[in-house]
């Protein structure tokens, strides 16, 4: 199972074709709600047995998939890389999960304990595949594409610094305006007045650009990829869990699942554990997808 996000390619201002690739068939998005009731969630463990067939279909899971389960249902990741800032990632997606289920659902692992490995693929992206992450049930791997990971940080330099800029030009606009709404017109310094105010928002509005660009390239678009590689990995979690993709667009489990807020400048400088994307659906469908689980095994 796969994922793949929504990425502006500032250069060109448009949006990348979008696709996802299931190991065995697309997962169409429905109308219908995916959102389990309480009532559904308080159910015997003989009704889950019973009924798993249709409460899959219902709710959208795939049981086949929950291979990263232990028989508590909870899952144990080997972290089988040496780079600090993926670990980063999927500390942040592990507290996602842990803090909305109310529970230690996924572990750090070790090499010679662990139901999930955590790595990176050197695979190459193709026309077919262009995915940056998965989930392998048979070989029990969640990994994300290299290339794709190593080019992100220029997409989110770019796409960030297209943003502040017209976030600067807007806001020396207004400034502008107001300042020369102040003035009086009969005012015989009234165009040189004007003229060294619009130079003072020029220069403050290029510092600022300068400054950001500065701090993007010396780390905080390592930070914003970090945040953005946390709600990556924690949907593939999801899928580790049976979840098939959710047709709500808000929703973590939504094929092409994403936040702007990475592309913010201000936001992520000021952020410590990022922009957890894992709504109550989510939340409500891995409960039961879990309590299925652990019902049937």
């Given at each position: ?54 409460i899959a279909k ?155 660009e500065s701090n ?59 922009f957890s994307l ?20």
């Open positions: 199972m796969t994922h793949k996000k929504l990425i502006l390619h500032v250069s060109l201002a448009t949006l990348s074709g979008l696709m996802i690739f299931a190991p065995v068939a697309t997962i169409p998005a429905q109308a219908s709600s995916v959102k389990p009731s309480s009532a559904m969630l308080k159910k015997s463990n003989s009704y889950y047995k019973k009924h798993y067939k249709a219902k709710y959208k899971f795939t049981y086949s998939a929950q291979t990263g389960l232990n028989k508590s249902g909870t899952i144990y990741v080997y972290e089988k890389t040496k780079s600090s800032y993926l670990k980063k990632s999927l500390s942040l997606a592990m507290n996602y999960w842990n803090s909305k289920l109310g529970r230690q659902a996924i572990k750090v692992g070790s090499k010679k304990y662990h139901t999930v490995t955590f790595s990176v693929s050197n695979a190459k992206a193709s026309k077919s595949d262009d995915s940056d992450a998965w989930w392998i049930p048979s070989t029990k791997k969640v990994q994300i594409r290299n290339s794709l990971y190593a080019d992100d940080l220029s997409v989110i330099t770019n796409t960030t610094l297209y943003n502040s800029e017209k976030s600067l030009v807007k806001t020396a606009n207004a400034n502008l305006a107001a300042y020369k709404a102040g003035l009086s017109t009969t005012d015989p310094d009234y165009q040189s007045k004007l003229d060294t105010y619009q130079q003072q928002q020029v220069d403050y509005a290029k510092a600022a650009f300068d400054n950001q993007l390239k010396s780390g905080l678009a390592i930070k914003a990829r970090e945040f953005e590689y946390a709600n990556t990995l924690a949907h593939e979690f999801g899928h580790v869990m049976g979840l098939k993709h959710s047709p709500n667009k808000s929703d973590l489990m939504y094929w092409a699942s994403g936040t702007n807020d990475i592309y913010n400048y201000n936001k992520v400088k000021n952020s410590s554990k990022g894992v709504t109550s659906t989510d939340v409500a469908r891995a409960k039961l997808a879990v309590k299925v689980h652990n019902a049937r095994n």
